[in-house]
């Protein structure tokens, strides 16, 4: 199961910015936060990933708690084109393997 | 930027076919991964591979499946006996490392039609 929970749809208007909220309560002191985005059926695109201090790239910012247990994701002038599903993902280790559990992710819609 | 090359784009097949869907991961990456989606549903891991086996692999990734890395460069998922609920997005990954950050690249996906 995936170690996260999103809200299931959010909205935003265009131009605004867009905090995408994350709950990753049992993370572990070296897993690290990564968001990806799908629009439609494409693949799922990299947006950002962090540890413990904020981060930010071209695309967006990532804030996390200083307790770890949770994560906001900055879109900070949302378009249309942002619209999207969008996912924040813990490392999931079993038996001295790592895979990435998708959960359902955050609906954004940007809207005119 | 790098890429992780899926082909082909979309595969029509009949129940009961087999299927092979290759991937071209990015040169330097050395952990695989095949992910699956059923249209409207989320994204489900499928197996890891590392150094020519399988690191991990879901429920869904029974005997019908089975993957390779043939010649160094291409990841092949080869579904034995296609079934109609096989119909999905086909998602490869591929990544240059296993411990710390450890950031996937995913293909653009190969679409299975099953009749």
């Known amino acids: 199961d995936a170690k996260t929970t999103q809200p299931t749809s959010m909205d935003c208007a265009e131009g605004r910015a867009a905090n995408l909220p994350c709950n990753h309560s049992?993370?572990?002191?070296?897993?690290?936060v990564y968001w990806y985005r799908q629009i439609h059926s494409q693949g799922p695109q990299y947006i950002i990933h962090?540890?413990?201090n904020n981060e930010t790239n071209e695309m967006a910012s990532l804030i996390i708690t200083e307790d770890r247990k949770s994560s906001t994701l900055i879109l900070p002038h949302a378009t249309l084109r942002d619209t999207a599903v969008y996912y924040c993902?813990?490392?999931?280790?079993?038996?001295?393997?790592?895979?990435?559990?998708f959960g359902t992710g955050t609906r954004l819609k940007v809207l005119a | 930027e790098p890429e992780v090359t899926q082909t082909p784009s979309h595969q029509v097949t009949q129940m009961g076919q087999e299927v092979i869907l290759r991937c071209v991961p990015i040169s330097n990456h050395l952990y695989f991964y095949w992910y699956r989606q059923i249209l409207g549903q989320k994204v489900e891991f499928l197996v890891s591979f590392y150094n020519n086996e399988i690191s991990e692999k879901s429920e869904i990734f029974d005997d019908q499946f089975s993957v390779e890395r043939p010649d160094g460069s291409n990841f092949t998922l080869k579904i034995r006996s296609t079934k109609l609920e096989d119909s999905a997005m086909y998602f490869c990954?591929?990544?240059?490392?296993?411990?710390?950050?450890?950031?996937?690249?995913f293909g653009a996906g190969s679409r299975l039609t099953v009749l």
């Open positions: 962090g540890l413990k």
């Open positions: 993902i813990v490392r999931v280790t079993t038996s001295g393997t790592y895979k990435y559990i």
């Open positions: 049992t993370i572990s002191g070296n897993e690290y």
């Open positions: 990954a591929s990544s240059s490392r296993g411990l710390g950050a450890n950031v996937l690249t």
